[in-house]
């Protein structure tokens, strides 16, 4: 059997849902084998089921040509099988060290911790891989891309064969994915093999060698990467062609819409500026992208535009009027939508019907109250014009409790309900996170709508390929600073990865408009 | 999961699949099985006597026919407003334990309304003992509202507080002010002030009846209206349901605790002045305990879902196997049994949104079971 790892016809159901349909997936030692599908496929479900989270209801799992049963993930353990999670498994209060050896650790009499052992051989591994990390240091004082280093180091530290890599590069810049893809590579060549789950397609095109395609809880079909090309395989994803292109209409930017001065803003609990002296425009006609990692102040940027949080000083103007001090109804009535970050927590109220949420800004409008009371028969009537016009499926059309509908159709719903109200300026903070690509099309084919017909449109994206594809300028934030400001065409992806992670800044504080 | 909705549609629609009648079976089952633990408790107290005793329960109001109804009604109309008051709260997501506290307060402002304001024409003075007593709830009341909306102070505990403050402050006021010194409790009122007992009497021969389960009723329906058919009530659910959505939204959400408290501060207020002003020979006594009324809402609100008309019938129950709980006397219990029994009902009363739970599942699986048999029956 050249076959290390065989999952055949592997059904997992939760109730009604058939989360894996008959699926086989066959893994060659020494490969790197790409898992790919849209949110919601099925590749979690699967994987989860590899490593003894989930008991299928049908179907068997061989490994190394023998029959096994893996009840839970010790058992994946013993079988030489470790998994690097979408969300980092580590405890915070831990040093490196101790997070690699939780679990295994050795101890002398009495229980005392012994380490000497696995400091040696966490120090040769990382050695060997080129991991450039400090044992002693603490998870939470470590980068993301390094404390994904610690949960590879954890996997290797086990002397694991199979190792499966969740969404790995989700949360990494170019530089970091770059990396990552080489030290998978060598791992490959070392015989170890790799499943490496993503729905990005460049990436599988970098580091894999074959891929498995899932779509709907369906097994599609497994091709080899070098002869198949990327459209194809985004076919295989989504089942029909997607356009990979974005057009736009060509127009110049007119006035300025939304203007933020020296914005500065205060953590509540360090007193460290989290927003430094921020300033910009976002311009008629124009989409503006706020480019960086997550947690480099992003967040509060747009608290403090949108008045969930009120800045500590600076300005916020809405077409040359000052909005820095006026309520969040007041500026929202003034013309500014908001998308909101999590549309869970911020976006919709998920217990209310869906067309309660869509009425949630605009109820106490004539259109929908009078004297205090709800105009039921023109609320149901204006749910059901949006529910037409952007699309939004549900069970029970209006009358659907948000909270059973899909995240993609939740997404729509807050889409619908904001850019319905025809706003001047729309902020848009990662409005495609958790999406399919068929969804991601239709969402920004929407923001263009509403930048070719001369709104402006603020966008913070972590996806650089969002940001490359659909800005007509580019803000790149570090540390709570606007370290360059571009057009997209004036840069390159690599470059735009080294202002992302501070490594290069471009003088003045976004001073250097196009 | 689309299929299977579809399939549904295209047959006769399930009573299941109506949200209310599954809160309405969930509620009865959680009765019955109340029921069955306090007859367990009869049977362990005194065998020979429990089903006497239990039957008296079940019979409730009806066991003295026609004016058993009508004090199963008075007994009834205060638990309704106490019980509105937390179900009001509830939906704006608060918790207002303190319908003990405003309750109380409500309950002395209509007494001493109702026996020092003479000087207000006889008409009047019913009436302004009643606003009397829903400003006095409605400030008792605004106290944790203001405390959650502006210090982010926990609206229980400070409710709770405001409920020994109710009940130490009012004994106080009834010494210095309304004291009938020989019985230690409250002065009756003015007959002019008691409420009208508008020839309900007639209709319930022999009971304390009056106007009071007429205005629980309106306040029913008032609060109905309220949630389910204004912008306030809108705003209000809301605030319950997701705090940050409305603060996003642009909802003042400060305003709207401090407006949900007053109006619940003001229901249990007016339930006060229901029991008092009633010339039913009940009085305020001066006691340390809080008052059971507030407690017995939180009961009725879980009982009835915090639905106004859910809490209606919740707390119409309530009023009856009080009625029968007190006819159990006959049996030899003693009231503390009955009391128990009360409260272990009003505790599985609890256990409704549990049964809720279950219905649902049950029913999706049997749901599940027709599909297969539908699919097999195809596949022949």
Redesign the interface.
């Known amino acids: 059997m050249d076959y290390i790892i065989e999952m055949n016809h592997i059904t997992k159901q939760f109730?009604?849902?058939k989360a894996n349909d008959d699926i086989t997936l066959k893994v060659k030692k020494g490969e790197i084998h790409a898992l790919l599908g849209e949110n919601g496929a099925g590749k979690s479900t699967l994987m989860s089921v590899l490593f003894g989270l989930y008991r299928p209801e049908q179907g068997e799992i061989k490994i190394n040509g023998k029959k096994v049963d893996i009840n839970n993930p010790n058992d994946a353990n013993k079988l030489g099988i470790g998994m690097v999670h979408q969300h980092f498994k580590l405890v915070h209060n831990f040093t490196v060290l101790e997070s690699i050896i939780l679990g295994r650790e050795d101890t002398s009499l009495f229980g005392i911790l012994k380490t000497d052992k696995a400091r040696k051989k966490i120090l040769d591994l990382s050695q060997k891989y080129n991991f450039k990390i400090d044992l002693d240091a603490y998870i939470s004082d470590i980068t993301v891309g390094m404390q994904q280093r610690v949960e590879i180091l954890k996997m290797l530290y086990c002397d694991n064969d199979i190792l499966i890599f969740d969404e790995p590069t989700a949360v990494l810049t170019p530089q970091e994915i770059e990396q990552l893809i080489k030290v998978m590579k060598q791992l490959a060549d070392e015989g170890k093999s790799i499943i490496f789950i993503t729905h990005k397609l460049n990436e599988i095109k970098a580091a894999a060698d074959r891929c498995s395609v899932l779509r709907k809880g369906k097994y599609i079909g497994t091709i080899d990467v070098k002869t198949t090309t990327k459209e194809v395989m985004s076919e295989m994803m989504v089942g029909r062609k997607v356009s990979f292109t974005v057009k736009k209409k060509d127009i110049k930017p007119g006035a300025s819409i939304l203007e933020v001065k020296n914005l500065i803003l205060k953590s509540k609990h360090s007193g460290k500026n989290i927003l430094n002296d921020v300033s910009f425009q976002v311009r008629e006609g124009e989409i503006v992208c706020i480019a960086g990692i997550d947690g480099n102040g992003q967040s509060e940027l747009i608290y403090s535009i949108?008045g969930?949080r009120q800045p500590d000083s600076g300005q916020v103007f809405l077409n040359g009027r000052d909005i820095t001090k006026e309520?969040?109804?007041?500026?929202?009535d003034s013309g500014m939508a908001?998308i909101?970050e999590d549309r869970h927590?911020?976006?919709?109220?998920?217990?209310?019907n869906l067309q309660?949420n869509l009425i949630?800004?605009t109820?106490?409008s004539k259109r929908f109250?009078k004297n205090?009371?709800?105009k039921f028969d023109a609320i149901n009537e204006y749910a059901d014009e949006l529910i037409k016009n952007f699309d939004i499926r549900s069970?029970k059309g209006a009358y659907s409790i948000v909270r059973g509908m899909s995240g993609g159709n939740q997404q729509k719903a807050v889409i619908a309900r904001e850019l319905d109200r025809n706003p001047e300026v729309i902020i848009a903070v990662q409005p495609v996170r958790g999406l399919d690509v068929g969804a991601v099309e239709y969402i920004h084919h929407r923001l263009i709508e509403q930048r070719d017909s001369e709104k402006a449109v603020l966008l913070v994206s972590f996806e650089l390929d969002e940001v490359m594809d659909i800005s007509d300028r580019i803000i790149v934030m570090y540390e709570g600073e606007i370290v360059g400001n571009f057009k997209p065409g004036d840069i390159t992806v690599e470059e735009l990865g080294l202002y992302m992670s501070g490594a290069k800044r471009s003088g003045g504080n976004g001073e250097n408009k196009v | 999961m689309k299929r299977a909705l579809k399939n549904k549609g295209a047959k006769k629609k399930s009573i299941f699949e109506n949200e209310n009648t599954v809160n309405f079976i969930s509620s009865v089952m959680a009765v019955i099985c109340g029921l069955l633990f306090g007859f367990i408790i009869l049977f362990i107290s005194s065998p020979s006597q429990a089903y006497g005793g239990f039957s008296m329960i079940i019979q409730g109001g009806f066991a003295d026919g026609i004016s058993g109804i009508g004090r199963m009604l008075y007994i009834a109309a205060p638990i309704i407003m106490t019980g509105l008051s937390v179900g009001f709260a509830f939906k704006t997501g608060l918790f207002n334990i303190g319908a003990s506290g405003q309750f109380t307060a409500g309950a002395f402002a209509a007494v001493f309304v109702g026996v020092k304001c003479n000087f207000l024409p006889s008409g009047m003075h019913c009436i302004a003992a009643l606003f009397a007593a829903m400003a006095a709830g409605a400030l008792w009341g605004s106290v944790p509202g203001l405390l959650k909306a502006f210090f982010n102070v926990n609206e229980v505990i400070s409710s709770i507080m405001m409920n020994y403050i109710g009940m130490y402050g009012v004994n106080m006021l009834i010494r210095r002010y309304v004291y009938d010194r020989i019985k230690n409790q409250s002065m009756p009122v003015k007959s002019a002030a008691n409420l009208s007992k508008a020839g309900l009497d007639k209709i319930f021969p022999g009971s304390n009846i009056n106007v009071g389960i007429l205005i629980a009723a309106v306040s029913v329906i008032a609060v109905h209206i309220i949630l389910h058919k204004t912008v306030f009530g809108y705003e209000l659910k809301a605030c319950g349901k997701n705090k940050d959505a409305s603060r996003y939204a642009g909802i003042n959400e400060k305003k709207n605790i401090v407006l949900s408290m007053v109006i619940a501060g003001m229901l249990s207020g007016l339930g006060g002045a229901l029991l008092y002003l009633s010339d039913s020979g009940k009085y305020m006594q001066v006691l340390d305990i809080i008052a059971p009324e507030g407690f017995l809402g939180i009961s009725v609100a879980l009982l009835g879902l915090s639905e106004p008309l859910g809490i209606f019938l919740s707390g119409l129950f309530i009023g009856h196997i009080t009625v029968g709980g007190s006819n159990m006397q006959l049996f030899d219990f003693a009231p503390e049994a009955i009391d128990m029994i009360i409260a272990a009902i009003v505790y599985c009363g609890a256990l409704s949104l549990l049964f809720k739970e279950i219905i649902n599942r049950f029913y999706k699986r049997s749901l599940k079971k027709t599909k297969t048999k539908q699919e097999d029956k195809e596949k022949l």
């Open positions: 109730g009604d849902f949108t969930l309520s969040i109804r007041k500026k929202s908001h909101p927590k911020h976006g919709l109220v998920l217990d209310f309660e949630l800004k109820y106490y109250q205090g009371f709800l069970g």
